[in-house]
């Protein structure tokens, strides 16, 4: 009984280290979550440690987290870190001004030099249309999501039409976009550069799948592990949205607005 016992429990463990394997962004992510607790300790030795045993996990770091290993051997006076950093996320489309606090690094001038051979190195292998694209829909989700909200606390007035389209709106734009390019993780897209910031984020597409949760739609809903695995959505949001739903039953935005529309204005 005893060896029956064993044997299971050595199965499990053994089934558990090959599902971490083929899903390296689960263990990508536990580390980065900690490599950003050691940055904002000032623990930076610890965060660089982290930083780069992620990255052994998979064969593409997000670009949020190169920003971050970036910050790390700027403090760490890394420079052979820094300027391996900075030139995966040239090649990932982060354009030169990104760079330009960094002038005066040993590496800067070799790195300008190159700098061409990295964005061509984007054109070639990631989608800048589908990068445009999907930073266009994230805009548009945000304006739509805050004129629901300022609808619902009565802050502006919308018609039950005017919210059934604008839910249908983004969720059929977003199934064009997955339908023509496959799902917007950053292999394909390359990183997000936020110009006014000077930064390099993520792309939070995870809000658009969420939304889209909320509005009646369960879309991709036996693919999330799939797209967890490939990097395109933080493993958090897989447990997250088997349980997130609107107010309806989840066949569609117009059957959800319609029962939205019942909550807030049905005593009009």
């Known amino acids: 009984m005893k060896k029956d016992i064993l044997l299971i429990f050595t199965i499990l463990i053994f089934t558990a280290k090959l599902i971490a394997q083929d899903c390296g962004y689960v263990e990508y992510h536990s580390l980065i979550d900690l490599a950003s607790r050691n940055y904002a300790d000032k623990s930076y030795k610890d965060a660089e440690k982290n930083l780069k045993l992620a990255f052994t996990k998979t064969d593409h770091p997000l670009g949020a987290d190169l920003h971050l ?10 420079e052979k870190w820094a300027e391996k950093i900075a030139i995966q996320l040239a090649k990932g489309g982060i354009p030169l001004e990104y760079f330009r606090y960094y002038k005066k690094s040993n590496w800067y001038e070799q790195f300008h030099d190159d700098f061409q051979t990295y964005s061509n190195y984007y054109k070639t292998n990631y989608n800048p ?23 619902r606390t009565r802050k502006i007035e919308l018609s039950l039409d005017e919210l059934i389209n604008g839910a249908s709106r983004i969720i059929s734009d977003f199934k064009q976009m997955t339908d023509k390019y496959g799902f917007p993780n950053e292999r394909l897209t390359g990183y997000n550069y936020v110009r006014r910031k000077n ?41 997250a949205l088997k349980k997130i739903r609107g107010f309806g039953n989840s066949t569609g935005a117009e059957q959800e607005m319609k029962a939205r529309y019942e909550k807030y204005r049905g005593n009009k």
């Open 129 to 151: 249309e589908l990068r445009d694209d999907l930073l266009s829909l994230i805009s548009r989700d945000k304006e739509f999501n805050r004129n629901y909200h300022d609808w």
């Open 69 to 78: 290993a970036f910050l790390v051997a700027k403090k760490r006076n890394d």
């Open 199 to 239: 930064s390099v984020e993520y792309y939070n597409t995870d809000a658009i799948i969420i939304h889209i949760y909320q509005r009646g739609v369960l879309i991709f809903e036996d693919e999330i592990h799939n797209i967890v695995c490939e990097g395109g959505l933080h493993p958090d949001n897989e447990k």
